[in-house]
């Protein structure tokens, strides 16, 4: 993925909290803050999404963590000096997020009236090992996640490296940039209401919760088939091209997101279709590929669908 050296970013979508921090003490999160290996019971139910259920128990029981202090120091002077054109997401890795933000938050602003609503910008917070956020407290173990009840997206920019060591994934600009879009494919669901219709507490391979997670994927899709026109304020695209190599790329992170992969790589190695949340490798994969293909965000309607996959 290649972006357009002249478009324009907008840091003000971000908020920077990286070294803001909660203090000494803070969380004991798994056994006294174990990796994301360590936290595979915590992985399982939130990574890629699981802070998208309607109210502050929306992150798995992350809100019995315990409570630090808010990071108190929210700074994006170094972002917004560092982070003005597509040339700089191009050289930076927190860059080219801000400039998925942009587009992905520019594209939905466009095409969610389309369908009778009103889009409402949510900022993405950037944070380091541990954050407080309305849906509870929560630490960099969790992966990406969305929360509802203050509209914004969480993420410790360290999980990219995640998915490469510990998941094995390709990774990449466009894999980074696919696990934004499904964020952002939550907070589309909580401003068209289809969040508040599950009921989070469920699991299976036919579930809500499953249904809810492939329809975000789904939407990430959408925004990818469209990213190469969605302009910045200059009129620039973001995005000046998509390769094949680039899809392939996201299409292997959502493999490697699968709870069927992560409950045989990364658990005891057998697996229980009864816990799934998010849908299987083949069912994650389908969808993002289904949204890509055609663009159109009524063919992301999982819950009518008769067979995920």
């Given at each position: 993925?290649?972006?357009?050296?002249?478009?324009?970013?907008?840091?003000?979508?971000?908020?920077?909290a990286?070294?803001?921090?909660?203090?000494?003490?803070?969380?004991?999160?798994?056994?006294?803050?174990l990796?994301?290996?360590?936290?595979?019971?915590?992985?399982?139910?939130?990574?890629?999404?699981?802070?998208?259920?309607?109210?502050?128990?929306?992150?798995?029981?992350?809100?019995?963590?315990?409570?630090?202090?808010?990071?108190?120091?929210?700074?994006?002077?170094?972002?917004s000096?560092e982070c003005r054109?597509?040339?700089?997401?191009?050289?930076?890795?927190?860059?080219?997020?801000v400039?998925?933000?942009?587009?992905?938050?520019?594209?939905?602003?466009?095409?969610?009236?389309?369908?009778?609503?009103?889009?409402?910008?949510?900022?993405?917070?950037?944070?380091?090992?541990?954050?407080?956020?309305?849906?509870?407290?929560a630490?960099?173990?969790?992966?990406?996640?969305?929360c509802?009840?203050?509209?914004?997206?969480?993420?410790?920019?360290?999980?990219?490296?995640?998915?490469?060591?510990?998941?094995?994934?390709?990774?990449?600009?466009?894999?980074?940039?696919?696990?934004?879009?499904?964020?952002?494919?939550?907070h589309?669901?909580?401003l068209?209401?289809?969040?508040?219709?599950?009921?989070?507490?469920?699991?299976?391979?036919?579930?809500?919760?499953?249904?809810?997670?492939?329809?975000?994927?789904?939407?990430?899709?959408?925004?990818?088939?469209?990213?190469?026109?969605?302009?910045?304020?200059?009129g620039?695209?973001?995005?000046?091209?998509?390769?094949q190599?680039?899809?392939?790329a996201?299409l292997?992170?959502?493999?490697?997101?699968?709870?069927?992969?992560?409950?045989?790589?990364?658990?005891?190695?057998?697996?229980?279709?009864?816990?799934?949340t998010?849908g299987?490798?083949?069912?994650?994969?389908?969808?993002?590929?289904?949204?890509?293909?055609?663009g159109?965000?009524?063919?992301?309607?999982?819950?009518?669908?008769?067979?995920?996959?």
């Open positions: 993925m290649q972006f357009n050296d002249d478009a324009q970013l907008d840091t003000s979508q971000v908020q920077d990286r070294g803001g921090g909660m203090g000494r003490g803070g969380l004991a999160v798994g056994g006294g803050g990796g994301l290996v360590g936290l595979i019971a915590v992985v399982l139910f939130n990574v890629l999404g699981g802070g998208d259920g309607g109210s502050a128990g929306g992150l798995g029981g992350l809100s019995g963590l315990g409570q630090g202090s808010n990071p108190n120091s929210i700074d994006n002077s170094t972002l000096s054109t597509g040339a700089d997401a191009n050289e930076r890795a927190d860059c080219a997020i400039a998925d933000i942009d587009s992905v938050q520019a594209f939905w602003a466009t095409q969610l009236p389309r369908e009778g609503t009103r889009y409402s910008k949510s900022p993405t917070v950037f944070f380091t090992g541990q954050v407080n956020t309305g849906c509870g407290a630490n960099s173990g969790v992966g990406p996640f969305y509802p009840a203050d509209a914004k997206v969480y993420i410790d920019l360290a999980f990219f490296n995640e998915l490469k060591t510990q998941f094995g994934a390709t990774g990449g600009a466009f894999p980074n940039a696919y696990v934004i879009a499904h964020e952002y494919g939550h589309v669901q909580d068209l209401g289809t969040s508040d219709r599950v009921n989070h507490s469920e699991s299976g391979p036919t579930s809500g919760t499953v249904r809810l997670e492939l329809q975000a994927d789904c939407y990430a899709g959408v925004w990818a088939h469209h990213a190469t026109t969605v302009p910045s304020a200059n620039r695209p973001f995005i000046e091209n998509l390769t190599a680039d899809i392939d996201a292997d992170t959502a493999g490697r997101i699968g709870d069927d992969w992560i409950q045989s790589h990364l658990g005891s190695g057998g697996v229980d279709e009864s816990k799934f998010h299987s490798s083949a069912q994650r994969q389908k969808w993002f590929g289904a949204g890509y293909k055609s159109d965000p009524d063919r992301c309607d999982t819950f009518r669908a008769s067979n995920l996959g």
